[in-house]
T-cell receptor, first 111, second 110 residues
C-alpha cells in the first residue's frame, strides 16, 4: 500500500534555483494539499486542490506554484528558491469530509 | 479567524497516563482529529471524534470532547517509550477546511 508518496525525500538548492516537488497518491482521493512545517509554526497550508485541474491558495502561497493535471499527482514548484523556503514539505490527500493522509515529507534546504 | 491551540511540550513518566489538551474556536466543527508525528516521518492519523460525540475510546487512547468549552483532550494510558512523538490536534469545519494546532511534543521519562 503506497498511500501518499513524495519525491524527492531530500534536496539542497542554491538561492535562485528552481525545482518541483512531486506528490502521488493511489487512493483515488479528490483533495490534495501541500503544507510546510517549520519549528514552532506547526503546519501551514501552501496550496490545495479539490479536484483534477483545480488549485487554490492556502495560508502561505507566495513563492510557490502548483499544478494538478492528473487526479493522482499534485506538483509543487519553486520558481526562484529563497533561504526562507528552507523547510520540510508535506503532501496530503483526502476524500471530501474525511481525514487527510500524509506523505513522509521532503526536506528542502536553500543555501 | 479560526484557531486551534495546544501546549508545546509535555513530559510524562513511562507507565503513567499522558493527557494532551487542545482548544479550538470554530463553532461549525464536524470532526476533530489527533495526529501523531514520529521523528523524520509524516503525520499519522491516530484517532478522531465526531463533533456530536463526547468520548471515544480506542485501546489505550481516550478522546474527550467538551463542545460547550471547545476543549478536546487525548489520554494515552500506560505511556510507553514508543509514544514519544509530536501530537497534533486538528479541527475540520463544514467547508472541509482543516486547521491544525502547532503540535505537542510528548517526552517520556524513564
Amino acid at each position: 500500500n503506497a498511500g501518499v508518496t513524495q519525491t524527492p525525500k531530500f534536496r539542497v538548492l542554491k538561492t535562485g534555483q528552481s525545482m518541483t516537488l512531486l506528490c502521488a497518491q493511489d487512493m483515488n482521493h479528490e483533495y490534495m494539499y501541500w503544507y510546510r512545517q517549520d519549528p514552532g509554526m506547526g503546519l501551514r497550508l501552501i496550496h490545495y486542490s479539490v479536484g483534477e485541474g483545480t488549485t487554490a491558495k492556502g495560508e502561505v502561497p507566495d513563492g510557490y506554484n502548483v499544478s494538478r493535471l492528473k487526479k493522482q499527482n499534485f506538483l509543487l514548484g519553486l520558481e526562484s528558491a529563497a533561504p526562507s523556503q528552507t523547510s520540510v514539505y508535506f503532501c496530503a490527500s483526502s476524500l471530501a469530509g474525511q481525514p487527510q493522509h500524509f506523505g513522509d515529507g521532503t526536506r528542502l534546504s536553500i543555501l | 479567524g479560526e484557531d486551534v491551540e495546544q501546549s508545546l511540550f509535555l513530559s510524562v513518566r513511562e507507565g503513567d497516563s499522558s493527557v494532551i489538551n487542545c482548544t479550538y474556536t470554530d463553532s461549525s466543527s464536524t470532526y476533530l482529529y489527533w495526529y501523531k508525528q514520529e521523528p523524520g516521518a509524516g503525520l499519522q492519523l491516530l484517532t478522531y471524534i465526531f463533533s456530536n460525540m463526547d468520548m471515544k475510546q480506542d485501546q489505550r487512547l481516550t478522546v474527550l470532547l467538551n463542545k460547550k468549552d471547545k476543549h478536546l483532550s487525548l489520554r494515552i494510558a500506560d505511556t510507553q517509550t514508543g509514544d514519544s512523538a509530536i501530537y497534533f490536534c486538528a479541527d475540520m469545519n463544514r467547508d472541509d477546511k482543516i486547521i491544525f494546532g502547532k503540535g505537542t511534543r510528548l517526552h517520556i521519562l524513564p
